[in-house]
């Protein structure tokens, strides 16, 4: 079966409604996942990356070292902006 990620039509950002799709779960599921949105302008979206890294780990598939570190810099990204919000 083809890796989903390598198909043509899933673009590298996407606002939380394909984001949640993509992982097929609802909208209001997927904003309870935790998964670490990026901000530009105005927009709101998740990097597919970062969707198949969260699925690989709470799978229990093996991370590359590329992949650990932006785990760990995407927790502590949502750490620190949790803490900021008071």
Do not use: C
Not at 30 to 58: A, Q
């Amino acid at each position: 079966m083809a890796d989903p990620a390598s198909f043509p039509d899933w673009p590298r950002l996407m606002a939380v409604e394909l984001a949640a799709s993509y992982l097929g779960v609802s909208a209001s599921t997927f904003r309870t996942l935790g998964i670490v949105p990026l901000n530009i302008g105005k927009r709101v979206l998740w990097d597919r990356i970062s969707l198949d890294i969260y699925v690989n780990r709470i799978s229990g598939q093996p991370l590359s070292d590329h992949d650990t570190e932006r785990a760990a810099a995407e927790q502590e990204r949502a750490f620190l902006a949790k803490f900021s919000r008071g």
